[in-house]
């Protein structure tokens, strides 16, 4: 406590001495004053003075000449400053410049040279200067003694945040220049590339008129995979942020109203012409709208910012590649480039038509991929969806088929390029009935479009990878296995697949138990199904010739009715007698070619299934011995003549009272034949069908895919169809399996039981008519 009040004490008598002396100096030696005189003199001074004397300045600024001299009045040493220890004098001497306050002129105007750093002198107009924000209190102190002057300035001139810390500041205090920020923050080594330049700000607005989100993803490496990436990639990247930076930077201070009418160059060589505006407290680069915030003074340079910089949006050039890694796709970009396909992405992008789907980065499988699978996320022309499915009805699901780029594979596809299947359904697109596309609309850059989609879009796998479940294929596909055919040899022309799918072996279940136990019709059928090359369902009219897997002949028409929406397109084959209907969304591709997955079964004339093999499949021996009895019935087994036949189990035969030797087994057994013309109406359970012995059947769906047959003209007992099954010449012939036999009885009762009311009938008719008569009469 006492040492304390002592120093103070002192410190005050060495004060009021050195007020003395000053006063006296002055006084007596009144024609040589020097500028340490000029600060003793005031006793405004006195905090300046001493800093200066304890640091040591004083024989320094007695030597200098021709300079300025700012002051900080006492009142500008406020409580901050002593926490500050450091302390230059070089930030408040001008060197060589004696600076009077009135040649400066009114508006702003930039110390650049022989200043520690850039001092920013604003003249009010009504007197006032500033500099730096610090104003001028006492103006134009002059010593005779040496060449300068003199000001005292309100606040201290402490050293002006270094660039970074500027744009901090100026983020914090207002919103608008974080994109920016963002930007020099990951970028190394922008505080040497900016010292002593001017630097122009482009604001967060200015960015979002140039640029699209993808585009300043790309320049502020917004995902932070720019130091992960091999230089190969890294090199361009980096090039085009420093350029971006380039272009933002002259190597020369410029601001205030010196800016006006002056022309730069920037880092990246080009011209910039300034324009000073509002007596140089705003400025325009190449005639943009003048800047929002300007002279903002950093350690060492100045910054403007804008909301316009007219040549900011080509400061970089755009790629696919940038477009990528704006998308956050950099490990795409990665596989292309080991895998040698950057030209996809580069050059190309820019001069060729391209489409290209994108996986969604959040992938958590790490990439696997191979040159065909890469290139099977691209497709070489422009691929608008939204135009492309233009006349889609919104309801039905609509497709288009696709080449890929991936066409190199001449030992499976001959050469010809993998294709991909969009469909399009109530407004979402899927690729290949698996990969979702993620918005409609693609991002266009040069002459490249792209999509992104769900999950990473893999080629087309063997053929069980193929099909999809809901086809319902499996049946087909044990006969294609039981015939060794999921492994098709390389035929360097691709194979197109025809194959029964949606159960169709179901519906024809005799014809598939038949089939079970002869692998030689099984062979057949699926080799002839099999042929090379590979004909998609968007084919148009055209007849090729080809050969199928067992090496014949075939030859092959295509038939396509283009009507909108409902396509439906035919193949004839000279090996089948039937057209073969090719359903338009369904073609499923698989590594060697396409598979078309069908309605329904179709057999090759190599192959006869028979009514007799149909019947022997069934087991119904005795009924089979029945008919063999009746030449004329026989006859229709033996020829395949066009009628079908209702064949009872053969346990429930047993309980009909029929045998060989019955004399009613022919009209029994015409009970059970079905003209041939009438068998599409028992397929489809639809009318009526007559039987040969003239008695018509109604067919009656009881529950889905289960019928049932009754007599039109009989009492109410049904059967049940249990299984069916074609021969194979025609669909006229066909057998079905019924739970029990169709009895004459049920038919004699009501024949007789119809007789009376038709006799009835009958002679109420001419009761009425002699009644009407009679009527007429009397009048
Ligand atoms: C001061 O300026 C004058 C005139 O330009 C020059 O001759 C002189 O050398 C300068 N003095 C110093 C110390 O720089
Ligand atoms: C004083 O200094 C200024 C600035 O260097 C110079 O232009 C001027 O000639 C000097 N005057 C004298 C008298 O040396
Ligand atoms: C500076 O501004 C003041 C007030 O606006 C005006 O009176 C004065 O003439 C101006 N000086 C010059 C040099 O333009
Ligand atoms: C900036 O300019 C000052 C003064 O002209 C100079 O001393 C300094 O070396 C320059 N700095 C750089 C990085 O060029
Ligand atoms: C500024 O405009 C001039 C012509 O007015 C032009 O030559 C120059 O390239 C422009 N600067 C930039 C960076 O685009
Ligand atoms: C960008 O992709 C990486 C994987 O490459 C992922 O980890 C990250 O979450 C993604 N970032 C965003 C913002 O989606
Ligand atoms: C193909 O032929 C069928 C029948 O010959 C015809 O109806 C159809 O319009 C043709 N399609 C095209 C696209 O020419
Ligand atoms: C099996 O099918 C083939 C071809 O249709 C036929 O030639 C052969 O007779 C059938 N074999 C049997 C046991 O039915
Ligand atoms: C199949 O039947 C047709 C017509 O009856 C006959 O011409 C052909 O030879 C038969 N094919 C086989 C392989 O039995
Ligand atoms: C049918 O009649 C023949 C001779 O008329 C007779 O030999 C046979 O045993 C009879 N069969 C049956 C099952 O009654
Ligand atoms: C079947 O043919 C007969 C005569 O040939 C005809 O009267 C009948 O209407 C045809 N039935 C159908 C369903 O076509
Ligand atoms: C029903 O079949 C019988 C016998 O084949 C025939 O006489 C009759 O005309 C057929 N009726 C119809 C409506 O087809």
Redesign the pocket.
Known sequence: MKVKSWSIVIQLYWVSLLMAFTSSAQSTSGEFTSVVDILSESAEFSTFLRLLQRNGHIPYLNELQNFTLLAPVNSAFASEFEKKAEFDVKNYVLDDLVLQTSQISNGTTILRDSVKFPLSIHHYGNGEISINKAFIVEPDLTPNFQNATVHGISTLLPDPPKVGNLLEKLESDREGVHLFNSLIKSFKGFESLASNSTLLIPFDVNFYKDFNHIEINYLLDAFNHLSTVESSIARDWSRDRERFLQ?LLCHKIIGGLEADDKSLI?L?G????FRSWNLGSCMS???STPSVYSNMIYDRGIAHGFTEI??LH?AVSFNTEKYLHGMNSTDFVRELFFRNLQHMIRDESITKKMTIFIPETALNEKFGFTKPSLLYHFIEDQVWLEDEFLSSNDEQPSTKMFQSAFCSSNKRLGGQCQRLKIQKLRGSYTINSKYKILHAKPYEIGKTLIYTISEDLQLPGDFLSALNPFYHCSRSLVFLRQSGLLKLPANTQGYTVLLPCFDSWGFFDLNFEYLQNNATAVNLIMKNLILDGLLYSDAKNVTVETRNILGEKVSLSVSSTDDGGDDETTFQLSTVDEVIRVNHSLDSFFDQGVIHPLQSAYFPRAVNITISDLLETTGATEFINFLEHFQDLSSIIKENKPYSILVPTASSLNMEPVGINSTNLQDFLKLHIVTGNYTKNLLHCEGQANTTLGEPLLCRESSPGSYLLRLENGADHEVRILRKGCSSFGNESCIFLIDRPISLLWLSQQKSHLHLPGIAVGVGVIVGVFSVVAIFSAY
């Open positions: 272009t920037n990246a080009q011209p910039i012409k680069v190449n005639d007219p040549f080509s």
